[in-house]
C-alpha cells in the first residue's frame, strides 16, 4: 500500500474548499427553499436575510477558532500530514 503525503499549504487549501463547498451547499438549500415560498415574499426574504446575519454572527467567533486551531496544527506538523488512511478496510 503506498502512502499519500501532502504538504501544509495545499492541506490547508483543501481544508479552505471543503469548507466552502459545505456552505455553499447550505445556501443552496436556503435558496431553494425561499424560491418554494408564496405570498410576503419581501417579509419572508429579510427574515431570511436578517436570520442569515445573525447565524453568522453568532456562528463566526466558533468558526474562526476552529480555523485558527487547525491552520495552527497544520503547521506545526513535522513533513508532510500522516498518511491518508481508508475509511473501510479490506
Known amino acids: 500500500m ?14 479552505g474548499i471543503v469548507w466552502l463547498l459545505a456552505g455553499l451547499n447550505v445556501a443552496i438549500l436556503g435558496v ?4 418554494d415560498m408564496r405570498g410576503l415574499a ?3 426574504l429579510v ?3 436578517g436570520g ?3 447565524i453568522f ?3 463566526h467567533p466558533m468558526f474562526s477558532k ?6 495552527q496544527r497544520i503547521a506545526d506538523l513535522e513533513g ?4 491518508r488512511r481508508p475509511l473501510l478496510r479490506p
Request: charge should be positive; proline fraction near 8%; glycine fraction near 2%.
Open 66 to 71: 476552529l480555523v485558527k486551531k487547525n491552520a
Open 52 to 54: 442569515a446575519v445573525a
Open 2 to 15: 503506498s502512502r499519500f503525503r501532502i504538504k501544509k499549504q495545499p492541506l490547508i487549501a483543501v481544508a
Open 32 to 35: 431553494r427553499a425561499a424560491i
Open 80 to 83: 508532510g500530514a500522516p498518511p
Open 42 to 44: 419581501a417579509i419572508i
Open 57 to 59: 454572527c453568532a456562528f
Open 47 to 49: 427574515a431570511l436575510a
